[in-house]
Every structure is written in structure tokens, then in C-alpha cells.
């Protein structure tokens, strides 16, 4: 059975830190490219950070800088690492995995709410 756990969202003052956590089982995780995707009430979800199989980064224009996102095969954990936080980064996160070989297989976690308030 696949899944996905997201843990570590929260409530954080403007230019705080977060770091969410992604743990995957039922698939075999070094095969995924992992990303991280945001939904904001009202607007549709996005991406956010991606770090495929090979380790390759990449990050949305609006968090370039101030997000890093990181993976632990050993563990099957992907991690965001969220700093200099914005009321505009408020949403639920979710951690996403997807493979293309031999078929494109694509799993979602449930979120994790993160909101930007003084």
C-alpha cells in the first residue's frame, strides 16, 4: 500500500521557518522524483520544489531562495525547508511522487496546512 505522510506544517510568524517532512512507503522511493505542491485557498495547486531520482532541483520563482528541498533514500523522506516565510506562502502542502518507467505512476499525500500570520 503506498503512502505518503507529510508532517511539520504549522502557524509561523512572517519571516519565520518550517521544515516539512514526507515519508513514502509501498514504492521503491529512489525510482520517484519527489516534489512538493501548494494549494492556497482560492487559487490552483502549484509547484513548489522538485528533486528527481537523478537529484536534480529545481524551485518556483517565488520561493527560490528561501525554500530548499532535500531527500533521504535511506529513509524515504523528502524534506521542504521553508525559511523567510510570507503571509503568501500560506496553503496546504502536499508532498507528490511520480515515476515514467515503466509507466507514469503519480502518488499524492494528504497535506499539511502551512499559514503566515503575525
Known amino acids: 500500500q503506498v503512502q505518503l505522510v507529510e508532517s511539520g506544517g504549522g502557524l509561523v510568524q512572517p519571516g519565520g521557518s518550517l521544515r516539512l517532512s514526507c515519508a513514502a512507503s509501498?514504492?521503491?522511493?529512489?525510482?520517484?522524483?519527489m516534489s512538493w505542491y501548494r494549494q492556497a485557498p482560492g487559487k490552483e495547486r502549484e509547484l513548489v520544489a522538485i528533486?528527481?531520482?537523478?537529484?536534480?532541483?529545481n524551485y518556483a520563482n517565488s520561493v527560490r531562495g528561501r525554500f530548499s528541498i532535500s531527500r533521504d533514500n535511506a529513509k524515504a523522506t523528502v524534506y521542504l525547508q521553508m525559511n523567510s516565510l510570507k503571509p503568501e506562502d500560506t496553503a496546504v502542502y502536499y508532498c507528490?511522487?511520480?515515476?515514467?518507467?515503466?509507466?507514469?505512476?503519480?502518488?499524492w499525500g494528504q497535506g499539511t496546512q502551512v499559514t503566515v500570520s503575525s
Open positions: 507528490n511522487a511520480k515515476s515514467y518507467y515503466p509507466r507514469i505512476q503519480d502518488y
Open positions: 509501498g514504492f521503491t522511493f529512489i525510482n520517484y522524483d
Open positions: 528533486i528527481r531520482s537523478g537529484g536534480t532541483l
